[in-house]
């Protein structure tokens, strides 16, 4: 279960720094940015659920 949750912060962290560097290199639409970002959002909720049901 500590590999899933490695794996859900990593894709977090990974969504946030890919919209930040497309964002410098203005490869990004406003849209294309909230999907990443919210994928990162739902991950770091799941990261957090699972730490409540322990």
Do not use: P
Not at 8 to 17: I, N, Q
Not at 44 to 52: E, G, M, N, R, T
């Amino acid at each position: 279960m500590k590999n899933v949750t490695i794996i859900f912060k990593a894709v977090a962290l990974g969504m946030g720094v890919s919209t930040l560097v497309l964002s410098i290199l203005g490869e990004l639409s406003v849209d294309t940015a909230i999907t990443l970002l919210s994928i990162g959002v739902v991950c770091l909720a799941i990261v957090q659920l699972q730490d409540k049901e322990k």
